[in-house]
């Protein structure tokens, strides 16, 4: 099921990015306590280290950006909201210990496949030059 694995790479690219963006904290709190009882030797040393962990904040941030779109647009697409319905209908059924008989025509995956081609064009999905692997 593609949305499923879809929905799976979005979590993993979610919980890669609340990782970096700890790592990053730590390092930037760390870094700012030493330049506060640094001595100015090693000043310089640690505003490059601040401007860098400054630089590569604004790119998690931009990461985010773009996770979040992708996140929005799952949600909209029909697919996904297919795969919500068979969710609700599978739960009821475990419920009422009776099939519920299926009444909608089925809604062709047309628009997913081509949305996940776009995004995997994206430069969030690139990891030093090579495709993100989804399968974390």
Not at 6 to 24: G, M, P, Y
Not at 39 to 59: T, V
Not at 99 to 117: G, Q
Request: charged share 30%; glycine share 4%.
């Amino acid at each position: 099921m593609q949305v499923g694995q879809f929905v799976s790479c979005l979590i993993a690219a979610r919980n890669d990015l609340q990782h970096k963006s700890e790592i990053i904290q730590r390092k930037f709190t760390i870094t700012k306590a030493l330049l506060f009882k640094a001595n100015r030797s090693s000043y310089d040393r640690l505003s490059q280290q601040i401007y860098k962990l400054e630089a590569e904040q604004k790119r998690l941030e931009d990461d985010a950006i773009v996770y979040n779109r992708l996140q929005q647009q799952l949600k909209l697409s029909p697919a996904y909201k297919k795969m919500l319905e068979i969710g609700a209908r599978m739960e009821s059924e475990g419920s009422s210990g009776q099939p519920v008989e299926n009444t909608e025509p089925e809604i062709p995956d047309i628009s997913f496949e081509e949305l996940l081609a776009q995004e995997k064009k994206d430069s969030f999905w690139l990891r030093n030059g090579k495709l993100r692997s989804c399968t974390g």
